[in-house]
């Protein structure tokens, strides 16, 4: 989210798929991306594919790129200027995370970057097909800087970086409810990415832009029992820098670990 160039260490090579052991034990895998600062927002994936969204080209300007990896970790191809679109001042609208959802990609842009008035801060989902990354739709889900989405008994769920709450949109995003999450974030600011596991929530809360600042706050999970998220505990993050974007296919768990520029994996929490 910082306009500010941080210096970062990342390795360069093309790709490579690591294997090691996390601060709190958990065996994990990572995807090292193959340009600087693409590991920089959101991660959502399929059976065969990782999609990995930025709002960054490689000289830290905004740009939007979509980019793709096998599920072995093979660099695929990436969509530059996957997103164009302005806000109603002509402001730039930067990508969150990403999420898959039958066959389509789905991301949450937003104004916040451009340093709009807090009361112009909106925000977007872009809908895109799979393979081929072509756009198909953007849905207005107005104020707020929305981060992360993910889908629930039959509704779209979106988490914010400025508002400690998320919202339910039905299928093509029209607003049915706001629910109050009550864990507390710090400075860094809120949820970047979200999912569902039956009926509990996780959402992933911002990390440091750098190493050596503070390590990522956690995965926060929530039971829902309804009407109501009930705050269960926090969990560590497998990496220093795992706070940004985060989905789960399956038995993996995958975190976007913004100062190593990598995808880290997980079979748990």
């Not at 830290?60 to 191809?77: C, E, M």
């Amino acid at each position: 989210m910082k306009k500010v160039f941080i210096f970062m260490i990342v390795i360069t090579s093309l790709f490579s798929f690591s294997n090691s052991t996390s601060s709190n034990g958990l065996r994990t895998k990572s995807i090292q991306m193959n340009k600087f600062f693409r590991a920089w927002q959101g991660v959502g994936a399929d059976k065969k594919n990782i999609y990995v969204t930025t709002d960054r080209n490689t000289k830290f300007s905004l740009s939007n790129t979509i980019s793709v990896y096998d599920v072995s970790g093979k660099y695929v191809v990436e969509k530059q200027s996957a997103y164009t679109g302005k806000d109603e001042q002509g402001r730039f609208m930067s990508f969150g995370d990403c999420f898959v959802s039958n066959s389509f990609l789905y991301a949450t842009v937003y104004n916040f970057n451009s340093s709009p008035p807090i009361n112009e801060r909106i925000s977007r989902v872009v809908k895109y097909s799979l393979p081929d990354l072509k756009q198909i739709k953007e849905y207005d889900i107005g104020q707020g800087t929305a981060e992360s989405l993910a889908t629930y008994k039959g509704s779209f769920w979106v988490v914010y970086h400025d508002r400690n709450e998320v919202k339910r949109f039905d299928s093509k995003f029209r607003y049915q409810a706001t629910y109050p999450l009550s864990a507390q974030f710090g400075g860094e600011g809120g949820y970047q990415g979200i999912f569902f596991k039956d009926n509990e929530l996780y959402g992933n809360l911002h990390g440091s832009n750098q190493y050596g600042k503070e390590y990522a706050q956690g995965l926060d999970h929530y039971k829902f029992n309804g009407n109501t998220f009930e705050f269960i505990e926090r969990i560590k993050a497998p990496t220093y820098g795992a706070g940004q974007g985060v989905e789960k296919v399956g038995n993996r768990v995958y975190w976007v670990d913004r100062p190593a520029n990598k995808i880290i994996i997980t079979n748990e929490f």
